[in-house]
T-cell receptor, first 109, second 113 residues
Framework: KQEVTQIPAALSVPEGENLVLNCSFT??????LQWFRQDPGKGLTSLLL?????REQTSGRLNASLDKSSGRSTLYIAASQPGDSATYLC????????FGTGTRLQVFP | DVKVTQSSRYLVKRTGEKVFLECVQD?????MFWYRQDPGLGLRLIYF???????EKGDIPEGYSVSREKKERFSLILESASTNQTSMYLC????????????FGAGSRLTVL
C-alpha cells in the first residue's frame, strides 16, 4: 500500500531563507507527483507536476525534484517571503492520488 | 481558468440530518473526486467518478453516497450525518488523460452537532 510522508510537519523560517521541503513515498511505481499549496481554510492550489520520466520542474522561485528509485521528492523554495506561508502537500498518482499530511510553513518578516 | 465551485463554504447540521454537498466544474472534466481532510490524517478519498452516472468507492466511503447526473456536477450525500463526519470536504476535477492533474474547489467546512 502506497504511503506518502512529509517531513518536517512544520517549519518556521525568517524571510529570505532558501528552504527545502521533503516528501517520501513507499512504492516507486507512480505516474506522477504533484506539489500543492493550501492556505488556511481554503482549497488546494497545484504548484508543480513532475511526470515519472522527469527529474525536476521549475516555476518561478519553486523547484521540485523527483528521484523515483529512492522514493523521494523535494520542493525547493528560493528567497522565501511571508506570502509563502501556507501548508504544502505532495501527492503521488498511481491509480489514484495519494496525499501526504503536509508541511506547515511560516515565513516571518 | 478551470473553476471548481463548492456551493457551501460553511455548514452546521445536527446529527441524523441528511446533508448535500454540491460541486460544479466548468471545464468539461471527465473525472471528479470528493476528499475529506482532517488534522493529522491528510486528504482521504471518499468517492470518485470518471463519467456521468458512474461512481467508484474511494478509501473511506462508509456513511457517504454520491450522485453524478450531469457531467459538470458531483454531489456528496450524507444520508444521516454523524459527529465523526465533521470535517473539511474538498471536491476536485481533472481531465481523463492519464496525468490526472487535479483542480480543487475552495472546500466546504461541515460541522455536525
Amino acid at each position: 500500500k502506497q504511503e506518502v510522508t512529509q517531513i518536517p510537519a512544520a517549519l518556521s523560517v525568517p524571510e529570505g531563507e532558501n528552504l527545502v521541503l521533503n516528501c517520501s513515498f513507499t512504492d516507486s511505481a507512480i505516474y506522477n507527483l504533484q506539489w500543492f499549496r493550501q492556505d488556511p481554510g481554503k482549497g488546494l492550489t497545484s504548484l508543480l507536476l513532475i511526470q515519472s520520466s522527469q527529474r525536476e520542474q521549475t516555476s518561478g522561485r519553486l523547484n521540485a525534484s523527483l528521484d523515483k528509485s529512492s522514493g523521494r521528492s523535494t520542493l525547493y523554495i528560493a528567497a522565501s517571503q511571508p506570502g509563502d506561508s501556507a501548508t504544502y502537500l505532495c501527492a503521488v498518482y498511481t491509480d489514484k492520488l495519494i496525499f501526504g499530511t503536509g508541511t506547515r510553513l511560516q515565513v516571518f518578516p | 481558468d478551470v473553476k471548481v465551485t463548492q456551493s457551501s463554504r460553511y455548514l452546521v447540521k445536527r446529527t441524523g440530518e441528511k446533508v448535500f454537498l454540491e460541486c460544479v466544474q466548468d471545464m468539461d472534466h471527465e473525472n471528479m473526486f470528493w476528499y475529506r481532510q482532517d488534522p493529522g490524517l491528510g486528504l482521504r478519498l471518499i468517492y470518485f467518478s470518471y463519467d456521468v452516472k458512474m461512481k467508484e468507492k474511494g478509501d473511506i466511503p462508509e456513511g457517504y453516497s454520491v450522485s453524478r447526473e450531469k457531467k459538470e456536477r458531483f454531489s456528496l450525500i450524507l444520508e444521516s450525518a454523524s459527529t465523526n463526519q465533521t470535517s473539511m470536504y474538498l471536491c476536485a476535477s481533472s481531465y481523463y488523460n492519464g496525468a490526472n492533474v487535479l483542480t480543487f474547489g475552495a472546500g466546504s467546512r461541515l460541522t455536525v452537532l
